[in-house]
Nanobody, 126 residues
Framework: QVQLVQSGGGSVRPGESLRLSCRTS????????MAWLRQAPGKGREGVAT????????VYADSVKGRFTISRDNAEDTLYLQMNNLNIEDTGTYYC???????????????????WGRGTQVTVSS
């Protein structure tokens, strides 16, 4: 069993930054990947960023490259998503997720993840 407890999020103006956190407990090891996904109002979930727990390889959605950074503090078992230069299109509910690493071409697919956090709201508005 894996549990993911999210924190962070909130309301900001365009251009500002936020950091999301996701504390992990349970049986994860170097075979696992961890991901951030989001769901905008009226849209389906989409992958934002994924990293492998072994080696730290990362993948980002094109829409967030250069603005978002996924990282993990192994000592704290906590995954982070640093979001800089936020824009209105980044508004949505953000989820962390994990599972055994899927094939790399599925790293941003919402269907790749068996354990999910409850989500946290990010609102970007002027």
């Amino acid at each position: 069993q894996v549990q993911l407890v999210q924190s962070g999020g909130g309301s900001v103006r365009p251009g500002e930054s936020l950091r999301l956190s996701c504390r992990t407990s349970g049986d994860t090891d170097s075979r696992y990947c961890m991901a951030w996904l989001r769901q905008a109002p009226g849209k389906g979930r989409e992958g934002v960023a994924t990293m492998a727990l072994s080696g730290g390889e990362q993948v980002y959605a094109d829409s967030v490259k250069g603005r978002f950074t996924i990282s993990r503090d192994n000592a704290e078992d906590t995954l982070y998503l640093q979001m800089n230069n936020l824009n209105i299109e980044d508004t949505g509910t953000y989820y962390c997720a994990t599972d055994l690493c899927p094939a790399r071409w599925n790293w941003l697919s919402p269907s790749s993840w068996g354990w999910w956090g409850r989500g946290t709201q990010v609102t970007v508005s002027s």
